[in-house]
């Protein structure tokens, strides 16, 4: 996708896997509230084509959706992407979502996002920002997830002046396993705000959220994580944890975890830390000949790589974690 467009002529993929449809290029109203959701609306309007990707069999490969902002003539602008995904029944598929954009423009990311997860199916999904530091990203996603289906969400922010995250996650059967995962650097002035809502509509159903924060400089963090658990579910099984690490005193970061229960015989908990690292910890590895500043990268390296080791994809695994080795060598 450049701009927003999807660009047949920069993408393969198996026809046997996977098929892409266009949906109707012609302009319409937005079909969600204005008030209520300005930057959806705003996506609709400058949107005309949506994009809908099939997915009726096994993955051999994850698949890598590639959202490249290039502003011609160095000229502020707007680019959106509006992609549904279909992940068909007993099917498994792992998709990665990279926001990218030329190094040295202004420029507006709204991006809306919707996947279906049906019956059995299994879905690792990797939302991967790495803009530079003049650029704002804001997304919508919205999963839904059906009987006995896996989800894991991994969310990677890795640059952007200003990132917003919209994310509702749907569990509308039994027996459904999800996992929604978030790891952040930030530095200089940089702003990560993520709203999370996670809907038990099924019994038996199980989700875990950690988010982890690394903050440099004069970083802001908010996380905002609702856990709706509806009335009449039986044996919900929810976790909610959102761990911050400050790397300056200048950093700031703000966490709501919310928890709404309507039933009595579930599971819910919910947490929320934030400090420093400590000198016992910094001294050690001084004491082993690493100075103190590789002393406190590797343990905030190691802080986020523990989100990034959670991702199943061995390609995926590596290439963020050098990513992210590669961010930390970039400060010295």
Same mark, same amino acid.
């Given at each position: 996708?450049?701009?927003?467009?999807?660009?047949?002529?920069?993408? $393969?993929?198996?026809?046997?896997?996977?098929?892409? @449809?266009?949906?109707?290029?012609?302009?319409? +109203?937005?079909?969600?509230?204005?008030?209520?959701?300005?930057?959806q609306s705003m996506n609709e309007?400058?949107?005309?084509?949506?994009?809908? &990707?099939?997915?009726?069999?096994?993955?051999?490969?994850?698949?890598?959706?590639?959202? &490249?902002?290039?502003?011609?003539?160095?000229?502020?602008?707007?680019?959106?992407?509006?992609?549904?995904?279909?992940?068909?029944?007993?099917? #498994?598929?792992?998709?990665? %979502?990279?926001?990218?954009?030329?190094? =040295?423009?202004?420029?507006?990311? !709204?991006?809306q996002f919707e996947c279906d997860?049906?019956?059995?199916?299994?879905?690792?999904?990797?939302?991967?920002? =790495?803009?530079?530091?003049?650029?704002?990203?804001?997304?919508? +996603?919205?999963?839904?997830? *059906?009987?006995?289906? $896996?989800?894991?969400? &991994?969310?990677?922010?890795?640059?952007?002046?200003?990132?917003?995250?919209?994310?509702?996650?749907?569990? !509308?059967?039994?027996? /459904?396993?999800?996992?929604?995962?978030?790891?952040?650097?930030?530095?200089? @002035?940089?702003?990560?705000?993520?709203?999370?809502?996670?809907?038990?509509?099924?019994?038996?159903?199980?989700?875990?959220?950690?988010?982890?924060?690394?903050?440099?400089? #004069?970083?802001?963090?908010?996380?905002?994580?609702?856990?709706? /658990?509806?009335?009449?579910? *039986?044996? *919900?099984?929810?976790?909610?944890?959102?761990?911050?690490?400050?790397?300056?005193?200048?950093?700031?970061?703000?966490?709501?975890? /919310?928890?709404?229960?309507?039933?009595?015989?579930? @599971?819910?908990?919910?947490?929320?830390?934030?400090?420093?690292?400590?000198? #016992?910890?910094?001294?050690?590895?001084?004491?082993?000949? &690493?100075?103190?500043?590789?002393?406190?990268?590797?343990?905030?390296?190691?802080?986020?790589? #523990?989100? /990034?080791?959670? %991702?199943?994809?061995?390609?995926?695994?590596?290439?963020?974690?050098?990513?992210?080795?590669?961010?930390?060598?970039?400060?010295?």
């Amino acid at each position: 996708f450049i701009n927003g467009f999807y660009v047949s002529d920069l993408s $393969t993929y198996s026809n046997s896997e996977m098929s892409i @449809k266009k949906q109707s290029d012609s302009k319409t +109203l937005p079909s969600v509230d204005v008030i209520a959701h300005p930057l959806q609306s705003m996506n609709e309007v400058y949107n005309l084509n949506a994009i809908e &990707i099939l997915i009726t069999k096994d993955l051999s490969r994850p698949l890598q959706i590639m959202n &490249i902002t290039l502003p011609a003539d160095h000229m502020d602008m707007i680019s959106t992407a509006k992609v549904k995904v279909v992940l068909k029944a007993n099917t #498994e598929a792992k998709v990665v %979502i990279s926001h990218l954009g030329k190094n =040295d423009c202004r420029y507006f990311s !709204n991006n809306q996002f919707e996947c279906d997860v049906e019956k059995y199916a299994r879905l690792e999904l990797v939302n991967h920002i =790495d803009h530079n530091n003049q650029s704002y990203h804001f997304d919508s +996603l919205k999963i839904s997830t *059906a009987t006995a289906s $896996t989800l894991k969400y &991994i969310e990677l922010n890795f640059g952007a002046m200003m990132i917003r995250h919209e994310l509702v996650v749907d569990l !509308n059967g039994q027996h /459904i396993n999800s996992e929604v995962l978030s790891a952040s650097y930030l530095k200089l @002035k940089q702003h990560c705000d993520s709203q999370t809502t996670i809907n038990h509509n099924q019994s038996f159903s199980r989700s875990e959220q950690v988010y982890k924060s690394l903050l440099d400089n #004069e970083a802001h963090s908010v996380f905002s994580g609702t856990v709706y /658990i509806a009335a009449g579910i *039986a044996k *919900a099984d929810s976790s909610q944890l959102n761990q911050n690490l400050l790397l300056s005193d200048q950093a700031e970061v703000n966490s709501k975890p /919310i928890l709404r229960t309507f039933s009595d015989d579930v @599971k819910a908990s919910h947490g929320s830390t934030m400090g420093q690292i400590q000198e #016992e910890e910094i001294f050690y590895l001084q004491s082993r000949a &690493i100075s103190r500043s590789q002393a406190i990268q590797l343990l905030g390296q190691g802080f986020l790589n #523990e989100i /990034i080791l959670r %991702i199943e994809s061995t390609e995926a695994k590596y290439f963020f974690a050098n990513e992210l080795l590669a961010k930390f060598s970039a400060v010295e």
